[in-house]
């Protein structure tokens, strides 16, 4: 039965092949008849890549990230007063560090080796930086939240500066609105 | 100087590869003159990109079947134009769709039409006799996928066919 089909599987291939065969033939003798010497090709300088143009709106991006992040940490003072404010921070944080990462991954897409389209169709889910992304991720979000929570700031408002028992109950307020928003 | 080099060995090169590049466009087009004039100035605008990171690894036929699937295939999801930076006859461009108009090539291009990009790639490199190997390198698969991917459409071509 398999036999059959294969059979029947070759025939409807050869027939395709043979009329092919034929239209391949005339398109070469069209290309034969195409006149090349119009082509004005752009000057090398004048020639950004799409690659390039890529790069340069990721790592844009990541560094807008970037800033963003270290603009809040460090002006964390003016804008948390309270267990809201901080969760609040932290999620735009989150996501900031997460859109980061992100933009990191895909210019290192571009530069890789067989960074062709056919190879990202069939693009094994095997990667390693599949895992590493989340991973990353939750590894951000924690160094900025011991940033909010540690780091003590200059004459400010900051939580590392009130007593131990007040910081370890807003933690567990965070963790509480944190349960709930999930 | 350097640049006149450069342009006419990609232009020697095009020379060689043009038919290549006319059979992509027929493939994921919808045959019509001004959308094959469309993708063959985008193949060409990163072909020429893309020259200076061509070094000669692998086969120049092979390069640019890479390259014209990856233009062909992001044309075909963003359905727009990139700016033109060449300029060239309409004539090839309308014996290009007279020719696919003979009754039996249109059923040949019904039933590859029905196919997605990626079984696209493979069915040209397939009626082109690219070796499995090669259609491998081409794709960035293993050999063993390319006969296996081969398989599948075959079997999807069949029931096309048959459900016609």
């Not at chain 1, 992304?133 to 009130?162: E, W, Y």
């Not at chain 2, 040209?124 to 996928?145: F, H, K, N, Q, W």
């Not at chain 2, 006969?147 to 069949?158: A, S, V």
């Amino acid at each position: 039965m398999k036999m059959i089909e294969r059979k029947e599987n070759e025939d409807i291939l050869e027939e395709l092949m043979t009329v092919w065969q034929q239209h391949s033939e005339n398109i070469e003798q069209i290309a034969q008849h195409h006149d090349l010497t119009n082509i004005r090709l752009a000057p090398r300088p004048l020639v950004f890549s799409s690659r390039r143009r890529s790069v340069l709106s990721y790592l844009t991006v990541t560094l807008i990230c970037i800033a963003a992040i270290a603009g809040m940490v460090i002006l964390r003072r003016q804008y948390v007063y309270d267990t809201f404010d901080l969760v609040f921070f932290l999620l735009l944080c989150l996501a900031l560090a997460f859109t980061a990462i992100q933009n990191l991954y895909r210019i290192y897409s571009v530069h890789r080796q067989y960074a062709s389209l056919p190879k990202t169709y069939f693009y094994k889910p095997t990667s390693p930086l599949r895992y590493a992304i989340p991973r990353a991720t939750v590894f951000a979000s924690v160094v900025v939240l011991f940033l909010f929570i540690v780091v003590p700031v200059q004459n400010g408002r900051s939580m590392s500066l009130t007593p131990l028992s007040q910081r370890s109950e807003a933690i567990t307020n965070v963790s509480f609105v944190l349960s709930h928003i999930k | 100087m350097k640049q006149n080099t450069e342009h006419i060995a990609f232009l020697e090169m095009l020379r060689r590869c043009d038919s290549t590049i006319f059979k992509v466009c027929l493939m994921f087009t919808d045959r019509d003159p001004e959308n094959i004039k469309n993708m063959y100035q985008d193949i060409v605008c990163t072909l020429w990109e893309s020259w200076p990171s061509f070094k000669g690894q692998s086969k120049e036929n092979t390069w640019v079947y890479r390259v014209a699937f990856n233009t062909a295939v992001s044309q075909v999801r963003r359905r727009s134009i990139s700016p033109m930076f060449t300029q060239l006859d309409d004539d090839t461009y309308n014996n290009l769709a007279e020719e696919s108009q003979n009754s039996i090539i249109e059923r040949l291009y019904e039933l590859i039409d029905r196919l997605s990009p990626d079984e696209k790639t493979i069915i040209l490199l397939y009626l082109d006799r690219v070796p499995a190997r090669e259609m491998g390198t081409t794709l960035g698969i293993s050999e063993a996928a390319v006969n296996h991917r081969i398989e599948r459409i075959k079997n999807k071509l069949k029931y096309l066919n048959e459900n016609d």
